[in-house]
């Protein structure tokens, strides 16, 4: 948006988005995460990793489908992908309750990125082991929030 910028808070890391005089404001009084929706259930997960060897296409679909039962939730279409000669594979499921991305590179190494967002609760550890095993992953890291 024109006249808008980008601002982050160096506590909490905190991002916001405010317009151009807001920034100093947000310089010298940083703005503290708050839940300003308690109400509505959020979960988040990004899985990161290393797969044992280049994700395709057919695989992410796979693994998007596959992800959403194990999680129990509702898929609203099927998977949908796209190759950016630049950046690799991206794909990205509906859930009823949101839905997830995933990336996956093979350059500048063999590396993917899954970020599910969701209305519903669901098991953490149940979404992290099952992608380390799908794409026999050596190498996973994840973060809740």
Known sequence: MRGQHYA?????????????PARELLRRHPVAWRDLAP?????????EGIPARPVDDAQIR???????????MAQLIEPV???????????????????????AWEHPRL???????TCKAFDVD??????????AAGTVVAKSF
């Open 62 to 72: 796979s693994y998007l489908s596959a992800l959403t039962r194990e999680v129990d």
């Open 81 to 103: 992908t796209h190759r950016s000669d630049l950046y690799g594979w991206a794909g990205w499921i509906h859930w009823e309750t949101s839905g997830a991305h995933f990336y």
């Open 8 to 20: 982050s808070s160096p506590r909490d890391n905190v991002h916001v988005t405010l317009p151009s």
């Open 126 to 135: 149940v979404a992290v082991a099952f992608t380390a095993d799908f794409f």
């Open 111 to 117: 590396f993917f990125s899954v970020d599910l967002y």
């Open 39 to 47: 109400e509505i259930v959020r979960q988040r997960l990004v899985i």
